[in-house]
């Protein structure tokens, strides 16, 4: 069975972006793997290890700085990797959807697992997208996979358990609490660097201009709260209402 | 002298790093606490090839050397001094095996203990013979097809938890030094009770126990080496676990200097955060200059240990021995200065830092007291 994951490479959940003249700063950010996309790796390795055969491969779109990343899901136990890389950031997951694709046709793997978004922009798209330009199903947040002769069996929570059955090759976003992502071990660090990482670049594919719709034009920091302000003692009430009735205007 | 590291082994010295922030640290307080051994973290260590550091592929090692090994001893201790100062010991006395045992022992052995199935203990002091431990008294008798055990061991960590002992005794104390003798023994053989837990000043999540040889029978492959060559065994192990005890220490110094400086950095007193004032400045300064210090002075010996090889005549007594001592020695210090630093937070329980600092205490008595430590390095200054 072959396994693609596709990850993403962002700034680490700690990290702290600040915004100057509309655009992100993120000099001096530690980035790494999105953490939904932990998860699609981690279910990717369990499945493989449980059948006893078959490959994980990585994909990723974006500048030569993610080849850490890819690296760290290598050093996690991932087989091998394709890197579409790009002069900048992909942030249309549209066009990151179609490079995507068009990269996953040529491997033709059985089973694409995603985080279901991305920690940096959480859009949720990227995944989706991907299963539109392959013409596959896709089933995203899902918390439970179990497989069975072609078929994935998708547990998404939410009040209700929803239970989805799709025909593979599909596209499964995953989430929180599906399993706990291992460490990659100092065995597995050492042995990332030899595992194949087939580089390719937009030009190669053919798809130098994307169906790009969306671009971002503006960044700007949310204002800083206000400090809150403190009542004492019943006879306040009154003065409490009013404001949460003509300030706050939530009643 | 060149000490950076190659990209891999920064990779793995980051990876230690993560491991020790996000699993160890949260935890430090409550296993201490508890005073129970932590099979979680050590598995953890296990899983990740940590244990692994030192030893070759073909054992399941990863053969990484003495350098990201002693880095990674300091990260792991900042994380949980315990789990440290388990690491530090269990290595030392398993590189016992793969430096003086048979292929026979290693096979058997060493896998285990590199994926951390298998605890070991380092089994040489005795409740008379401490600092003088080429006076042990431990008796391992010759008799048909093995030797025979009696004696009493003291101060044994982990003793309760392991699985494997690597025990020193003497085939006869007319002997002497030339009677001493290196075993390898499973915990469970007859004869050998575990007796009852000390109880301590600190350092509780590392057991201390006393182990008592009663008759205690083992076959002729138990011994680990040539007979009456057991000293050298111990020099040479503890030559590596006193910068394994050097590496903890800076660890535990860095723990309490980050406890401090963050704190030092939240307090307000007389409208101003404490960091503001050059006295508590200046403390803060000396601490990270001396645990700076004693990491060069541990890298410098893993380095030396790790270009001597095999060869036992470059072991670097003297530059295990000097890191040993200023680490630990610094450890205290640091402590001590976290703890004034936090005023009568860093005294409370509720806080990290005392503990850290009743732990610092014990690093500069084992593995060779700070005075035996000095007489060492005095004795390699007189030399020739
Ligand atoms: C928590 C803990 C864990 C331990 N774990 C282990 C273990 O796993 N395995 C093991 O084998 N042992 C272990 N030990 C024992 C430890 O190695 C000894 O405590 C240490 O070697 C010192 O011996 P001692 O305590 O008998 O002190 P002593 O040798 O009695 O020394 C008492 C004092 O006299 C000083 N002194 C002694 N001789 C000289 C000298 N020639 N010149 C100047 N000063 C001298 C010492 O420095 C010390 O200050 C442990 C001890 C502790 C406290």
Known sequence: MKIAVLIKYCPDSEAVIKVSDGKLDTSGVKYSVSPYDEYACEEALK?????????????NVGPQKNAKGIKDELARGADRAVHIVTDAEVTCPRYAGELLAAALKEENPDLILCGWKGIDYDLGVTGIKVAEYLGIPHVMIVTKLELSDGKANCTRQSDIDEV??????????????????????????????????????PAEIGLERGDVRAEYTDFA????????????GPESAAEVVKLLREEAKVI | MDFSLSENELEIVELV?????????????????????????????GNAGILGMLFPEKYGGTDLGYLAYSLSVEEVSRGDFNTGLTLSVHSMSALAILKFGTDKQKETYLQRLMTGDYLMAFVLSEPDFGSDAAGLQCRAEK????????????????????????VWATLDPKLGKKGITTFIIEKDTEGIEVAKKEPKMGGEGTATNQIIFTDCFIPDDCLLGEEGRGLRVALNSLSGGRIGVAANATGVSQRALDEALAYSQERVQFDVPICEFQGIQWKLADMDTMIEAGRLLYQKAAYLKQYAGNDLDLDPIKEASQAKCFATDSCLHVCSEAVQIMGAYGYSREYPVERLMRYSKVTQIFEGSNEIQRNLIARELLKD
Not at chain 2, 27 to 44: P, Q
Not at chain 2, 152 to 160: F, G, L, M, V
């Open chain 1, 221 to 232: 920091q949310p204002p800083s709260k206000q400090a809150g302000k403190k009542f004492e």
């Open chain 1, 47 to 59: 499945i493989i290890e449980a059948k006893g055969e078959g490959e994980v491969v990585v994909f």
């Open chain 2, 17 to 45: 790093k993560e491991i020790a922030d996000n699993e160890l640290a949260p935890r430090m307080v409550e296993i201490d606490e508890a005073s129970r051994f932590s099979w979680d973290n050590f598995k953890l260590l």
């Open chain 2, 143 to 166: 008799v048909d097809g093995g030797y025979k055990l009696n004696g009493t061991k003291a101060w044994i960590s982990n003793a309760e938890d392991a699985h494997l002992f690597v």
């Open chain 1, 164 to 201: 989805i059955e799709v025909a593979l090759p599909a596209v499964i976003g995953t989430q929180k609490g599906l399993n706990e992502p291992r460490y990659p071990s100092l065995k597995g660090i050492m042995k990332a660097k030899k595992k194949p990482v087939k580089t390719t670049t």
